[in-house]
Every structure is written in structure tokens, then in C-alpha cells.
């Protein structure tokens, strides 16, 4: 079936480096990517979003790469920082109404 | 902040009894969504609310129903709880049309006993 997944469940990140969370999706209909942040006891965060029309998108400290070829995604953290501790998630959208979410990856950062 | 508010932040149930929650949008945001979210994985779609009317819906049971008012406030109802409706209820927000940001509030804790 149709599926957003998260290559690793955990990453441990020194503070000050750079993060790399990747994801895989298998609906090939999708058109619409987000990253959520969700801390503990909290609602997810909108970070950043790409449109399938899109390679690459940046903000604030942040990056999403899109690779439709093989169907993956990856959001990268510049300069990790302890706020950035949290559960990350990526979600699809196919053109309806509905983001499919992946089980999330938690982010811990070493000091 | 996402303007996206949701009462009440936590509440315990009984087995059997019957919950609802709700859900104030972020301004202009006619567009509201229910996700259900157990722990340690990602958010569930259970249905979206668009001009009042549910615009689509997940795999969830027919004791899953919702409101939308003429406000775009909204709320979501469960009848007949059961154990595993343990989990943290979510809403969201968005402008109608599909590429739009979608806004999550801090959700609703559910604890069934």
C-alpha cells in the first residue's frame, strides 16, 4: 500500500553539526511534501515545505531536498542546536485531502 | 504559535462513554482536519471538515463524527469508547485548496479506562 516512512527511527547529533533526516515515500502521485517538529507533549510544528515541482527549498537554518527519481526526501538542520531535540516527521499529500504521515524520527542532540 | 487551539488539553474517559472535543481554527482558515496520533507514531487522518460538510475521511468508524460551524470552529466526537481510542487527538488548520500550509494545534490528551 501507499506509505511515508523514515529510513532511521532515532539520530543522535552532536551539537553543532549537521543534521540529516531522510525520508521515503512510495505514492508517485504525491505533490506535496512537509516536514513536522513535534516535541514532547506537543502538537507538530510546520517547518518547511516542497512542492513536487521542486528539487530543493530552503529557510532558516533548514533545507528540504526532494528527489522524485527514487521517491525520497530529506530534511538537513545546519548547526544542530538542543531546541532541535524533538521527533521529526514528514508528510505527503497527494492532491486530496489528507497528509499520510511516516512514524517519525527522534532527534537527539549531544552536547 | 499556530493560532490553532484545542480544548480539552487532557481528559480521562471510561470505557463505554462518549467524548467531545473541540477545536478553534486559526483565523481565516476555513479548511479543519482531525488526526488521531497513539503513541510513538505519526498522526492518523480521521476526517476534514470544508464550508461545514466532511470533505473526506479516513479509516476510522462511523463512531468518529464531527462538526464544523459557520465560525470554522469544529469539534470532534466519539461515541462508545473503547481502549484503544487512547491517544492524542489533533487538529488542524489550513486555507481551502490543496497545497496549502496546514497548521497543527497542541491536541487533545485522551485517556480511556
Known amino acids: 500500500g501507499e506509505s511515508v516512512g523514515l529510513h532511521l527511527p532515532t539520530l543522535s547529533v552532536q551539537e553543532g553539526d549537521n543534521s540529516i533526516i531522510n525520508c521515503a515515500y512510495s505514492?508517485?502521485?504525491?505533490?506535496?511534501f512537509i516536514w513536522y517538529k513535534q516535541e514532547s507533549g506537543k502538537g507538530p510544528q510546520f517547518i518547511i515545505d516542497?512542492?513536487?515541482?521542486?528539487d530543493k527549498r530552503q529557510g532558516q537554518r533548514v533545507t528540504v531536498l526532494l528527489n522524485k527519481t527514487v521517491k525520497h526526501l530529506s530534511l538537513q538542520i545546519a548547526a544542530t542546536q538542543p531546541g532541535d531535540s524533538a521527533v521529526y516527521f514528514c508528510?505527503?499529500?497527494?492532491?486530496?485531502?489528507?497528509?499520510?504521515f511516516g512514524a517519525g524520527t527522534t532527534v537527539t542532540v549531544r552536547a | 504559535e499556530t493560532g490553532v487551539t484545542q480544548s480539552p488539553t487532557h481528559l480521562i474517559k471510561t470505557r463505554g462513554q462518549q467524548v467531545t472535543l473541540r477545536c478553534s481554527s486559526q483565523?481565516?482558515?476555513?479548511?479543519v482536519s482531525w488526526y488521531q496520533q497513539a503513541l510513538g507514531q505519526g498522526p492518523q487522518f480521521i476526517f476534514q471538515?470544508?464550508?461545514?460538510?466532511?470533505?473526506g475521511r479516513g479509516n476510522f468508524p462511523p463512531r468518529f463524527s464531527g462538526l464544523q460551524f459557520p465560525n470554522y470552529s469544529s469539534e470532534l466526537n466519539v461515541n462508545a469508547l473503547e481502549l484503544d481510542d487512547s491517544a492524542l487527538y489533533l487538529c488542524?488548520?489550513?486555507?481551502?485548496?490543496?497545497?496549502?500550509?496546514?497548521?497543527f494545534g497542541e491536541g487533545s490528551w485522551l485517556t480511556v479506562v
Open positions: 471538515y470544508y464550508r461545514e460538510e466532511e470533505n
Open positions: 488542524a488548520s489550513s486555507p481551502q485548496g490543496f497545497g496549502n500550509t496546514i497548521y
Open positions: 483565523s481565516g482558515h476555513n479548511t
Open positions: 505514492n508517485s502521485a504525491s505533490d506535496y
Open positions: 516542497i512542492r513536487s515541482n521542486m
Open positions: 508528510a505527503e499529500n497527494a492532491n486530496d485531502y489528507k497528509l499520510s
